[in-house]
């Protein structure tokens, strides 16, 4: 793929539209220090601050704690993921 965007069906998609897209969605959050947040994305903004809700917090794929809301400095991200839903989760 040569372009940012994504040809989908006759538009294209941007980073930016996936992001939008994810709003209210279980994700997956990998921080530069190789720590794991998993739950709701609530926010986001364009540094990549990011606020999520029903949080979890993974080290060494172990979880290590659980908070309410969680907010991540946007410097600290490696990279967002969606999370996929299977059938136990109502998909």
């Known amino acids: 793929m040569s372009g940012v965007g994504e040809?989908?069906?006759g538009t294209t998609k941007t980073p930016a539209d996936f992001l939008k897209s994810i709003r209210g969605r279980p994700v997956?959050?990998?921080l530069?220090?190789?720590v794991d947040y998993r739950g709701i994305l609530t926010c986001l903004d364009g540094y990549m601050n990011i606020a999520m809700e029903q949080t979890e917090e993974y080290v060494n794929?172990?979880?290590k704690n659980k908070y309410g809301d969680?907010?991540?400095r946007?410097?600290?991200v490696l990279?967002?993921?969606?999370v996929k839903m299977t059938v136990a989760?109502?998909?």
């Open 79 to 82: 990279y967002i993921s969606t």
């Open 74 to 76: 946007g410097n600290n």
């Open 32 to 34: 530069n220090s190789g």
């Open 28 to 30: 997956v959050v990998k």
């Open 70 to 72: 969680a907010f991540i």
């Open 89 to 91: 989760d109502g998909a």
């Open 61 to 63: 794929g172990q979880l």
């Open 7 to 9: 040809k989908v069906s």
